[in-house]
């Protein structure tokens, strides 16, 4: 089983960017699907994006399409979130996460994006 770091969070203002990252330790990490998931204050932990275990395939939520993009680099057992064009809205922390059936799924601790008007 992998262990997932996060890291890249931050303040930032509305219309910046920032690149979250997650890092795997463990087992082979191309063997997962990794998510990334968002939750703000008040509300559920909800859908940002997925990326296959080759990164051939991504898949986005529709709230970050065209505004966030998802890669990964195997040998670095590394996911990467570049998220441009940030919003208030977008402010949550955000979680990462790896999957590969039938195993459980396994979550890092978060990081928090902040972003101001």
């Known amino acids: 089983q992998v262990q997932l770091v996060e890291s890249g969070g931050g303040l930032v203002q509305a219309g910046g960017s920032l690149r979250l990252s997650c890092a795997a330790s463990g087992d082979t990490f191309s063997d997962y699907a990794v998510g990334w998931f968002r939750q703000s204050p008040g509300k559920e932990r909800e859908f940002v994006a997925v990326?296959?275990?080759?990164?051939?395939?991504?898949s986005y939520a529709d709230s970050v399409t065209g505004r966030f993009t998802l890669s990964r680099d195997n040998p670095r057992k590394t996911v990467y979130l570049q998220m441009n064009s940030l919003k208030p809205e977008d402010t949550a922390v955000y979680y990462c996460n790896a999957a590969s059936p039938p195993d459980p799924h396994v979550w890092g601790q978060g990081t928090q994006v902040t972003v101001s008007t």
């Open positions: 990326i296959s275990r080759t990164g051939g395939t991504t």
